[in-house]
């Protein structure tokens, strides 16, 4: 990588760099296919005076509300059923903020992904200090989750930034199945509280974190194999 050391050169290799190409948006998920159709149908028939902007703050207001909720759901059950609500209108906003910009030919890809992605980190950091707040989740545990989410993103967008390539799953679960298995946990957690793992019993939400942390982190270390070897492949010295 060039790196510049005078005003000169900065502007030199920001105008070398007007030409950015967005990466390929790869989503191989469960639900990928239909997600697509549905989002661009969506898209097609937005007021004309809503814009991506509007979605990405939607998006992100969709999360604080639903960490919000969480929280308020330690001595009222019934909020759980707010979080989910409050997912519906995450997914509205998050995925189809790129669309909307994609079908109207109003892409912005440097500003777009920057900001999609900081958002992403924003809303993890609302709903996981929700869920610890809540009583339902160790703050340990929720601690943990976030740092294995911030590890597995930096890995995606180091491959982005690499390889060209933005893969928004990994194997059958993308965001979007993400959120439909919280959906569904939070359905449970009205009236289960407390289950069972390792042999004692423990808070079902830290059942739930300590898989997700391990999914994640396996994740992480093969998407981290795949893509040194692919690089160290296309890079090879002599």
């Known amino acids: 990588m060039e790196i510049a050391s005078t005003p000169a050169e900065i502007?030199?290799?920001?105008?070398?760099?007007?030409?950015?190409?967005?990466?390929?948006?790869?989503?191989?998920?469960?639900?990928?296919?239909?997600?697509?159709?549905?989002?661009?149908?969506?898209a097609n028939?937005?007021?004309?005076?809503?814009?991506?902007?509007?979605?990405?703050?939607l998006g992100l207001l969709g999360m604080i509300a639903a960490g919000v909720c969480y929280a308020g759901s330690a001595g009222r059950p019934w909020m759980l059923l707010a979080v989910n609500v409050c997912l519906a209108v995450n997914w509205f906003g998050d995925s189809l903020d790129g669309t909307l910009?994609?079908?109207?030919?109003?892409?912005?890809?440097?500003?777009?992904?920057?900001?999609?992605?900081?958002v992403d980190v924003f809303g993890a950091l609302a709903l996981l200090t929700g869920m610890a707040l809540s009583g339902r989740m160790s703050p340990m545990i929720a601690g943990g989750?976030?740092?294995?989410?911030?590890?597995?993103?930096?890995e995606t967008y180091l491959a982005t930034y690499t390889l060209g390539e933005f893969h928004l799953n990994f194997g059958l679960f993308g965001p979007t199945e993400l959120r439909i298995l919280l959906v569904i946990g939070n359905l449970f957690l009205i009236?289960?509280?407390?289950?069972?793992?390792?042999?004692?019993?423990?808070?079902?939400?830290?059942?739930?974190?300590?898989?997700?942390?391990?999914?994640?982190?396996?994740?992480?270390?093969?998407?981290?194999?795949?893509?040194?070897?692919?690089?160290?492949?296309?890079?090879?010295?002599?």
């Open 45 to 57: 028939r937005m007021p004309a005076g809503v814009n991506s902007d509007h979605l990405t703050v």
């Open 145 to 154: 989750v976030l740092v294995a989410f911030l590890f597995l993103s930096i």
């Open 101 to 118: 910009a994609r079908v109207r030919n109003r892409q912005r890809p440097r500003y777009g992904f920057y900001v999609d992605h900081i």
């Open 191 to 238: 009236h289960y509280r407390m289950g069972r793992a390792f042999g004692r019993p423990m808070l079902v939400l830290d059942i739930g974190g300590i898989c997700a942390m391990a999914g994640m982190t396996a994740m992480m270390l093969w998407a981290v194999a795949v893509h040194t070897a692919k690089l160290y492949n296309e890079e090879r010295l002599g």
């Open 11 to 42: 502007f030199r290799m920001k105008e070398a760099g007007r030409g950015f190409r967005n990466a390929v948006r790869i989503n191989n998920g469960l639900l990928g296919a239909v997600e697509k159709r549905l989002l661009i149908w969506t």
